[in-house]
Every structure is written in C-alpha cells, then in structure tokens.
C-alpha cells in the first residue's frame, strides 16, 4: 500500500489532544529547526490547507493542498495532489495522502489518547523518497511536540 505509519500514545484525553492537534498546529507539526506556518486550514472535507515549512535560513516549502476528510474529533485527512485557487479546483503533482487521527486509549493504567499519523503515496518509489527524507524520525519528533504540549 506504500504506507508510512507513527503511532504514539499520549497521557492527556482526546479533547485536548484534538485541541492542539488542530488549534495550534504550529507549535508541533514540525521538527526544530524547522517551524510552520498555517496560513489557511477549512475545517471541512473539501475545504483548503496550506501552510508552509519555514527553514533556519529562511527557505521556504509551501504545502497547498485539499483537506479531503474531517472528522471533528476523530480524524483529518489531506492530500497535496489537488490546490483550490480561487475557488477553482486544480491538479497538482503528487505525493500523498496524509491522515491524522486520534482514539480513546489507555496504556499502563493511564487513560489517554492514541495519536496516529499515516503517509499513503502513489507509488514504491515515492513511499521510499518519503523514507529516506526521514518520515520516521521526522514524524516521530512531531508527535512527541504534540504529547509534549497536550501533556504540559
């Protein structure tokens, strides 16, 4: 399925965790030295998502793209393959489908959240780029950001 998966439980409840998750966004989504910035995010299947990766040296990485599912609460799911300019819906080069989501859990006596985020991309090949970018250890510190503020 070309799929890159992380999966960390979190000691805080899912309210909270979808809080931050959605409300600031920023803070956790990606890893230091690099920041994010939101610039749109419709809270609705079908609506925009763009934000961009602000390096240490200023250099920049736009992400536009469409949010194809929301789920308050649960789950969020976009994808870079489609942009929304001016109302209109355009094509774009793809690279995958990136799903978030949260569950009700517990681990060691602790009630909590379980906090999964997934990359599904178009090809073999693709899925291994994505890899050796550094998904795994990437997304990994992005998901500690985010128990580290949903548990503070």
């Known amino acids: 399925m070309n799929e890159l998966s992380v999966s960390r439980f979190i000691a805080a409840p899912p309210e909270k965790v979808w809080e931050v998750m959605t409300d600031r966004q920023d803070e956790w989504w990606c890893p230091p030295p690099w920041r994010c910035e939101t610039k749109v995010l419709e809270r609705k299947s079908g609506g925009r998502w763009f ?11 736009p992400n536009d793209g469409l949010m194809l ?11 870079d393959a489609v942009q929304i300019i001016d109302g209109e819906f355009i ?53 500690e950001q985010l128990a580290a503020l949903c548990e503070e």
Request: aromatic content about 10%; overall charge negative.
């Open 91 to 143: 094509p774009a080069p793809a690279f995958m489908i990136g799903s978030w989501e949260i569950e009700p859990a517990s681990e060691d006596g602790v009630h909590g959240t379980r906090y999964t985020a997934t990359a599904r991309h178009w090809s073999e090949e693709a899925c291994k780029e994505h890899e050796d970018m550094g998904f795994i250890e990437g997304w990994k510190i992005c998901a």
């Open 51 to 61: 934000a961009s990766m602000i390096g240490p040296d200023g250099e920049e990485m």
């Open 69 to 79: 599912h929301w789920e308050e609460g649960k789950r969020f799911v976009g994808t």
